[in-house]
């Protein structure tokens, strides 16, 4: 009686089973299908995207070469048609590198180039920085200064990667323009930056010691300033002491 029951129970069983596949096997197909296509699709997708990268990096090394080898003007024409069909990463690198390039021949289209590259907000933060202090330094050798103080102020933040370079440049271009009490006071703030690369801290010291040697040294007091005459030591190694005593003079 009991086996009975039991053949009847799975007999229940089988029906709901292949009513219950009757109703869903067509969406179970189509949701199997649908991960088949996107998997493929994904993988396509990704060995296009692979194969565009290793082609945009070997134009980009040919370009490179051509620069390289003092092709200024081919290898500047190289990057700028990277910088049209090149995926996203590439085609910024190339604008920058073509920028480069183009300022060897001709610098304020080279500082357009670098001022548009800059604003452009598709480009990653990291490449406009890098565009930002090109273009400050183009502009200091332009004699600009009012634009290279412009282009380096947003760069001389807490956070900004190249404060520091920001930094160094815009001490430079006081001092380019005797600017002294402004240079001095911006290369004390790099050698007390504790942050700042240690060459760079050097750099400071040694650029001071220009500014010292152009404009003399400020006494602590304010009430004058000293002249300083660099030692040099003769060229045939004697002692230095034994030559003519250098003389200072007070302002």
Known sequence: MSDIFQEVDEEVQ???????????????FVIAGLIVAAT????????????????????????????????SEEAAAAFNTIAKDAPKGYAALARLRGAEELGKSDKTKAMDELDA???????????QEVARLRSAVYSIDAGDREKA????APLITT?????????????LDALFDNDYDEAERVFNVLLN???????????AQAYQGLLHAARGVKRPE???????????EP?????????????????
């Open 193 to 203: 930056d504790r942050d700042a690369p240690q060459g760079m801290r050097a750099r």
């Open 40 to 71: 493929g699709a994904w993988s396509y997708y990704t060995s296009e995207r692979t194969k565009a990268a290793d082609a945009a990096n070997a134009r980009f090394m040919a370009a490179v070469t051509l620069a390289d080898s003092g092709k």
């Open 235 to 251: 060229a045939d190694g004697s002692d230095p002491s034994s030559a003519p005593p250098l003389t200072q003079e007070k302002q």
């Open 159 to 171: 956070a900004g990667v190249f404060r520091f370079s920001a930094q160094e440049w815009t001490g």
């Open 222 to 232: 304010g009430g004058g300033i000293t002249s300083v005459t660099p030692i040099i």
């Open 149 to 152: 103080m412009l282009k380096l």
């Open 117 to 127: 590259l800059a604003e452009d907000k598709s480009v990653d933060r990291l490449t």
């Open 14 to 28: 089988r029906e709901k089973v292949e009513t219950l596949w009757s109703r869903y096997q067509t969406p179970v």
